[in-house]
């Protein structure tokens, strides 16, 4: 499924981890269909059909367990064999716009970045959310030497052994969640991995802790990073975040709770 006039001429690598994203995941494979020079898919036991749509777009399928983000993101870099590497979610999708911006950066003579930034255009409940967290830029694309992603649950950072950013203007179009009980779960999934995560390395937390964080994190996502210029849709996302704070801390003081019993 590769375009024949593709002319660029680093080689390319897209790879999506995913489970149960049957009614996401076609668009985000679609996408990059044909650009891309190889797609890479890691299932980690979906039951709901994804294998099958990926099966028809992707260029090899892994199907595996599910150890962590982070752990299950490195596996997807053992597989590639590009020189650059796009880290693409089931709910991401590239715009033709993005595309082109890419392939022109890539083919630049001397052009020595090793990530290129861009934009987010994260939608939630039928609008795109202009200001707060989810419209910063984000990493997805870089340089494949010698990059590694942290060992963590959730929230892997990548590690590379130089890092040079680059900033596109093209948005990569984000739809994270499919309603917005959705979102709800989806935060508190993270913030339980993220409690683990701290607990593990021996982090402590208290329930006064986790309601101050309620309130600070729901500020800055509304108030100093211009989620009230959102409207409700940014009123809902600022409380999401603090909730997200908040259980974050909850959960890792209720596991320092569990220590404690005899």
């Known amino acids: 499924m590769k375009d024949t006039h593709n002319r660029r001429r680093t080689r390319l690598s897209v790879f999506v981890i995913c489970k149960d994203e049957a009614d996401r995941i076609e668009s985000c494979l679609k996408s990059v269909a044909g650009w891309a020079d190889e797609v890479i898919v890691l299932d ?7 294998v099958d749509i990926a099966r028809t777009y992707a260029d090899k399928l892994v199907q595996t367990d599910w150890p962590g983000y982070g752990p ?20 991401e999708r590239l715009t033709p716009a993005l595309r082109d911006e890419i392939d022109e950066w890539l083919d630049r003579p001397g052009m020595d970045c090793t ?16 200001f707060g967290r989810y419209s910063t830029p984000q990493g997805k694309l870089f340089k ?34 499919r309603s917005y ?29 986790a309601s101050l964080r309620f309130f600070t994190d729901f500020s800055q996502q509304f108030v100093l990073r211009g989620g009230f210029l959102d409207g409700w849709r940014g009123f809902l996302m600022a409380v999401l975040l603090g909730q997200y704070a908040f259980h974050k801390y909850a959960v ?11």
């Open 44 to 50: 980690s036991g979906s039951t709901d059909g994804t």
């Open 72 to 91: 299950q993101r490195n596996r997807a870099l053992q597989h590639v064999g590009g020189d650059w590497v796009f880290s693409l979610d089931a709910d």
């Open 115 to 130: 990530m290129l930034k861009m934009p987010w255009r994260t939608w939630f409940l039928g609008k795109p959310l202009r």
């Open 144 to 177: 494949r030497e010698g990059a590694v992603y942290r060992d963590h649950q959730v929230h892997e950072s990548l590690i590379m052994p130089v890092r040079k950013d680059g900033f596109l203007r093209s948005h990569l179009e984000h739809y994270s969640w």
């Open 181 to 209: 009980a959705h979102a709800q779960e989806k935060h508190l999934k993270y913030a339980c991995y993220l409690a683990q995560q701290k607990h593990a390395q021996g982090h402590r937390g208290s329930l006064a802790f």
């Open 252 to 262: 890792l003081a209720t596991l320092e709770h569990e220590d404690r019993k005899p």
